[in-house]
T-cell receptor
Framework: QSALTQPASVSGSPGQSITISCTGTSSDVGGYNYVSWYQQHPGKAPKLMIYDVSNRPSGVSNRFSGSKSGNTASLTISGLQAEDEADYYC?????????FGTGTKVTVL | QVQLQESGPGLVKPSETLSLTCAVSGYSISSGYYWGWIRQPPGKGLEWIGSIYHSGSTYYNPSLKSRVTISVDTSKNQFSLKLSSVTAADTAVYYCARVWGVGWFDPWGQGTLVTVSS
C-alpha cells in the first residue's frame, strides 16, 4: 500500500491555528475511522496525539484536534506554541495493515 | 505505566539477519493487545513492519513480508523482530510499540538505530 499524502511543511506564528492534511483512499482513510496522529521531536520517539480520527489521549492538550472528510483526515493545532514545532505523521488502519503518512514539518515562526 | 525498550546489535552486515527484541514492563503481554514494530530510515518517514498478538497471530507489511518474522515470548514478556537478507535500505531506527484496538500505537519504545554496513 502507498503512504498517505501530507504536505511537507506547514508554518504559523505563535497563537495562530494551522491544519495538516492527510490524504489517502477509500481503502484506508476513507474506509475506516481509524486515523491516528503522532508528534515527533528531533531524536525522539513519536508520541500519540489523536486516535480514531478525533479522540485525544489523556494528557494531550485540547489545542490539538482531528477530523475527517471523505479520504482526507486533518489535524488542527490551535493557539500554536513554540513547543509544537515538530514533525507530524498520520496513520490509518487498512485491512489488518497500517500505513503512515509522508510526514509534515511544523515550523513556528 | 507500560514501557517498552528495544535492544539488539547496532550494526549488521549486508545479507545477514537483523534481530531485535522489545522488552515490555508494566504490563503482561499475555493479557492481550497486539504489539508492533515500526521503522524510520534516517531523515525519512515511518514505516509499519508488522504486528503480533500475544497468542502469536501476526500481520506483516506486504512489502517486507518475505523477509520478516515477528515472534512473542510471554515467559520473558518480550517480542522480537527478525529481518533477513538486509541491505543498506534497511538502515533505520527501529521502534516497538503497543497497538491499541484496531488503530493506534501507544506507547512507543525509545527506538534503536540499526546500520547495515560491511
Amino acid at each position: 500500500q502507498s503512504a498517505l499524502t501530507q504536505p511537507a511543511s506547514v508554518s504559523g506564528s505563535p497563537g495562530q491555528s494551522i491544519t495538516i492534511s492527510c490524504t489517502g483512499t477509500s481503502s484506508d482513510v476513507g474506509g475506516y475511522n481509524y486515523v491516528s496522529w503522532y508528534q515527533q521531536h528531533p531524536g525522539k520517539a513519536p508520541k500519540l496525539m489523536i486516535y480514531d480520527v478525533s479522540n485525544r489521549p489523556s494528557g494531550v492538550s485540547n489545542r490539538f484536534s482531528g477530523s475527517k472528510s471523505g479520504n482526507t483526515a486533518s489535524l488542527t493545532i490551535s493557539g500554536l506554541q513554540a513547543e509544537d514545532e515538530a514533525d507530524y505523521y498520520c496513520s490509518s488502519y487498512t485491512s489488518s495493515l497500517y500505513v503512515f503518512g509522508t510526514g509534515t514539518k511544523v515550523t513556528v515562526l | 505505566q507500560v514501557q517498552l525498550q528495544e535492544s539488539g546489535p547496532g550494526l549488521v552486515k549486508p545479507s545477514e539477519t537483523l534481530s531485535l527484541t522489545c522488552a515490555v514492563s508494566g504490563y503482561s503481554i499475555s493479557s492481550g493487545y497486539y504489539w508492533g514494530w515500526i521503522r524510520q530510515p534516517p531523515g525519512k518517514g515511518l514505516e509499519w513492519i508488522g504486528s503480533i498478538y500475544h497468542s502469536g497471530s501476526t500481520y506483516y507489511n506486504p512489502s517486507l513480508k518475505s523477509r520478516v518474522t515477528i515472534s512473542v515470548d510471554t515467559s520473558k514478556n518480550q517480542f522480537s523482530l527478525k529481518l533477513s537478507s538486509v541491505t543498506a535500505a534497511d538502515t533505520a531506527v527501529y521502534y516497538c510499540a503497543r497497538v491499541w484496538g484496531v488503530g493506534w500505537f501507544d506507547p512507543w519504545g525509545q527506538g534503536t538505530l540499526v546500520t547495515v554496513s560491511s
